[in-house]
């Protein structure tokens, strides 16, 4: 079982940047697929990006180039760095992990949530 605690979300000005960070306790996050998750207020929750065990990374299209998922093993800690970001990024995001046999930007492959962190970016 792993527990995973949200960090970093604030409000900023369309074209800023934050870092969100995960951090674990409990398993390794290195066992784990890892994501990010978002949900706007009156939406469905949607992958941002997720991370393989091996360290390979899918992103959202609404996203790519613009945000990057990390992690520190050592730390058991993710990341999400998210550089260029406009209003329509702000929402709740969730950091998840699912078991590594598959790792797929669906939310329904995760078992283990956090509690979020609210990102809001104004225009």
């Known amino acids: 079982q792993v527990q995973l605690v949200e960090s970093g979300g604030e409000s900023v000005q369309s074209g800023g940047s934050l870092r969100l960070s995960c951090g674990a306790s409990?398993?390794?996050?290195?066992?784990?697929?890892m994501g990010w998750f978002r949900q706007a207020p009156g939406k469905e929750r949607e992958g941002v990006a997720v991370?393989?065990?091996?360290?390979?990374?899918t992103y959202a299209d609404s996203v790519k180039g613009r945000f990057s998922i990390s992690k520190d093993n050592g730390e058991n800690t993710l990341y999400l760095q998210m550089n260029t970001l406009k209003p329509e990024d702000t929402g709740m995001y969730y950091c998840?992990?699912?078991?590594?046999?598959?790792?797929?930007?669906?939310?329904?492959?995760?078992?283990?949530w956090g509690q979020g962190t609210q990102v809001t970016v104004s225009s």
């Open positions: 998840a992990a699912a078991l590594p046999h598959v790792c797929y930007l669906a939310a329904s492959y995760f078992g283990w």
């Open positions: 409990g398993d390794p996050i290195s066992y784990y697929c």
């Open positions: 991370i393989s065990r091996a360290g390979s990374t």
